[in-house]
């Protein structure tokens, strides 16, 4: 029942910046945790950061440093700003909403994805 629509991949150059942006259709955006995850080929899908509903952040060490995530309650949208990009970055990356009902209940969300290509 939640649509999250990711925007702002594309074709960056090693070293570059980009900025990612998810828009949720969530009308109790702020009851929910958010995250990136992205997937390479032929790798497990992983995370990247999370934003929980309190605004407690998380990183993945491989962009400890490099990323940071926020989010606008009010614009219903999480962002991942990402900087000093290599080859290693490039992946799908996926909006992900999550919302705990009860222990052993929740309502789980992906967006359709984003491409991000970092190459010279």
């Known amino acids: 029942q939640v649509q999250l629509v990711e925007s702002g991949g594309g074709l960056v150059q090693p070293g570059g910046s980009l900025r990612l942006s998810c828009a949720a259709s969530?009308?109790?955006?702020?009851?929910?945790?958010m995250g990136w995850y992205r997937q390479a080929p032929g790798k497990q899908r992983e995370l990247v950061a999370t934003?929980?509903?309190?605004?407690?952040?998380n990183y993945a060490d491989s962009v400890k440093g490099r990323a940071t995530i926020s989010r606008d309650n009010a614009k219903n949208t999480v962002t991942l700003l990402m900087n000093s990009l290599n080859p290693g970055d490039t992946a799908v990356y996926y909006c992900?909403?999550?919302?705990?009902?009860?222990?052993?209940?929740?309502?789980?969300?992906w967006g359709q994805g984003t491409q991000v290509t970092v190459s010279s």
């Open positions: 969530a009308t109790i955006f702020s009851m929910y945790d």
């Open positions: 992900n909403a999550v919302r705990i009902i009860v222990t052993g209940l929740r309502h789980n969300y």
């Open positions: 934003i929980t509903s309190s605004g407690s952040t």
